[in-house]
């Protein structure tokens, strides 16, 4: 932050003399006459000077910022942004007990995403099926047809000639049921055997036997469940130091992630006080060594310029980039002790450092005698 000091001249001299004189250069052309008005008849400026000094000024942060992300997860995305509202309007009208309003709060990140989650099959979720393979011999097209047209009031439409060999009058079909125990899904599958052979030497198709049975597990051993997660980033800026603590308990009541983003300041109001108190001193400082750079046959005269610069000072926290990523991704890390998520830095430095820099450049003024 740069600041320049017009007003910093008023203590040294008189603005209004200043400007009167400078006034006096700009219409009159009678050099000596004016010198002598601003410096007396003893005093004649004979050049410029520059100097700067440093000071630093310790300040108690009295702002503190941080952010808190609240990751919800439900069967279906309009359910897991409902529970997203209603928790985070929970927290606010907390905050708002505490005097913390609207304008200490802004989003920072809100989003979704979808998360599978893989779970073994319980017992009473599987499903086992039986099969039952069967071998038939066909010897004309007539009889094929009645074939499948019997198997096709049982869904069975998987005929198949052995061995792919057109001169081989074996056609193949398999019977299947489904069941939640494997000895159910056997019993299930041959009474549909018996049923579909009894129908079978109604029509004459006698000629057939089981070569292969089977009784497998169909469901896969883990199922897939997709929960939609919402999440939302908020950072809470507010200059009640002594509101962390209970901000942080009601959030991690809440299932509320507090990031570990902590970030103490001072506020700007505070810092332009600090910086005003202590101007005068630093003026000081710059004309006395401005003094202490000329010989005694000189002397320093009024201010051309004066510029103050203050630089930026430790913060002791995150840097911002590292605060912004960590905020941006809390949501979808997943942290494997709940004990060390919950483990939040609120440490507060006793007091941050501004370094300040005052510059000037000054006439330089030589005694002369008069007769």
């Known amino acids: 932050m740069k600041k320049t000091l017009i007003f910093i001249i008023l203590l040294n001299i008189g603005t209004s003399f200043t400007c009167y004189s400078a006034n006096i250069r700009n219409i009159n052309n009678n050099e000596p006459k004016v010198e002598q008005l601003i410096y007396g008849k003893n005093l004649i400026p004979v050049g410029e000077i520059e100097a700067s000094v440093t000071d630093s000024i ?6 503190v910022q941080f952010s808190v992300t609240l990751d919800t ?8 942004s409902n529970i997203n509202a209603k928790t985070m309007k929970e927290f606010k009208d907390y905050l708002a007990t505490l005097n913390i309003r609207d304008n200490n709060l802004t989003t920072t990140d809100y989003g979704s995403y979808i998360q599978n989650n893989y779970e073994e099959v319980s017992e009473e979720d599987a499903l086992y099926k039986a099969t039952l393979t069967l071998s038939i011999n ?3 097209n007539e009889k094929f047809l009645e074939l499948n047209k019997l198997l096709d009031k049982y869904n069975i439409n998987n005929v198949q000639r052995l061995n792919n060999n057109e001169k081989n009058n074996s056609f193949l079909f398999s019977i299947f049921e489904n069941a939640i125990t494997a000895n159910k899904a056997k019993d299930m599958v041959y009474q549909k055997y018996t049923t579909i052979t009894n129908e079978l030497k109604n029509i004459q198709l006698d000629n057939f036997s ?3 049975s089977d009784t497998e597990l169909a469901s896969p051993k883990k ?4 929960q939609h997660h919402v999440y939302n980033s908020v950072q809470i800026k507010i200059n009640k130091l002594d509101a962390v603590e209970k901000i942080i308990a009601k959030a991690q009541e809440l299932k509320i992630k507090v990031n570990n983003d902590i970030f103490y300041s001072v506020s700007p109001d505070a810092i332009e006080r600090a910086i005003n108190d202590r101007e005068r001193l630093l003026l000081n400082k710059l004309i006395s060594k401005a003094e202490r750079l000329l010989t005694k046959e000189y002397m320093v005269g009024d201010p051309k310029y004066l510029d103050m ?3 930026d000072y430790e913060q002791q926290a995150p840097k911002r980039w590292e605060r912004s990523y960590q905020a941006k991704n809390m949501a979808m890390l997943s ?5 060390e998520a919950n483990k939040i830095n609120i440490y507060a430095p006793p007091e941050l450092e501004i370094q300040l820099t005052l510059s000037g450049k000054f006439e330089t003024l030589k005694k002369i005698k008069t007769e």
């Not at 310790?58 to 702002?63: A, M, R, S, Y």
């Not at 997860?73 to 897991?80: G, I, N, Q, V, W």
């Open 138 to 140: 066909i010897n004309d």
């Open 58 to 63: 310790k300040l108690k942060p009295n702002t």
């Open 309 to 311: 610069k203050n630089a």
């Open 210 to 212: 089981i070569i292969e």
């Open 223 to 226: 199922i897939d469940k997709k």
């Open 335 to 339: 942290v494997a002790n709940d004990d």
């Open 73 to 80: 997860e439900a069967s279906t995305l309009d359910e897991a």
